[in-house]
């Protein structure tokens, strides 16, 4: 049984920092992309981040600068950290799982990132 478990999430005012950890069990982590996602109401889930089992990055340009993926595969986990944050980063924070090269997807709950202005 898969369970990815996020943790991190909080109030902020804009120009704070947070940072998000996300730890997975059930899975051969090396075997999976890691990435963060965003959703708010009404607005489809869109990537934030990813990072390969390697830490070969991509990040989404509203992100970019300001937002950092990091993975640690000893310890099975994921994190996002976040500086300089913006009212428009306030969102619902997924973490996923996308095995390497078979059609597996695993998904967190969820944790509420809202940034004040």
């Known amino acids: 049984q898969v369970h990815l478990v996020e943790s991190g999430g909080g109030l902020v005012q804009s120009g704070g920092s947070l940072r998000l950890s996300c730890t997975a069990s059930?899975?051969?982590?090396?075997?999976?992309?890691m990435s963060w996602y965003r959703q708010t109401p009404g607005k489809e889930r869109e990537l934030v981040a990813a990072?390969?089992?390697?830490?070969?990055?991509n990040y989404a340009d509203s992100v970019k600068g300001r937002f950092t993926i990091s993975r640690d595969n000893y310890k099975e986990t994921v994190y996002l950290q976040m500086n300089s944050l913006r009212p428009e980063d306030t969102a619902v924070y997924y973490c996923?799982?996308?095995?390497?090269?078979?059609?597996?997807?695993?998904w967190g709950q969820g944790t509420q990132v809202t940034v004040s202005s």
């Open positions: 996923n799982a996308k095995h390497a090269w078979a059609r597996l997807n695993h």
């Open positions: 059930g899975v051969t982590f090396t075997n999976y992309e």
């Open positions: 990072a390969t089992a390697t830490s070969i990055t």
